[in-house]
């Protein structure tokens, strides 16, 4: 299983909004934002200072993604 960041991203398209400037409005650092681009796990105090910038809700931002082979094994 697995979180994807992806509906951020896109949401970060449709808001005409530059990575530059969520990282400089919700405070979070560059190394954030490339853990974010790159999939890995980022705490939950990350993902609400970026609700709370874009006033959202963090299922807007995050998706779950289950492990296809654990859905083999059922």
């Known amino acids: 299983m ?3 960041y992806k509906p951020m991203l896109k949401l970060l398209i449709d808001l005409d909004m530059k990575k530059s400037e969520i990282v400089e ?17 980022v705490s939950l105090e990350v993902i609400d200072r970026i609700c709370g910038v874009l006033n959202v809700q963090p299922g807007q931002l995050i998706e779950f993604i289950p492990n296809v082979d654990l859905k083999k094994e059922k």
């Open 2 to 4: 697995a979180i994807s």
């Open 25 to 41: 409005k919700s405070n979070i650092s560059w190394s954030t934002m490339a853990k974010i681009n790159k999939g890995e796990y």
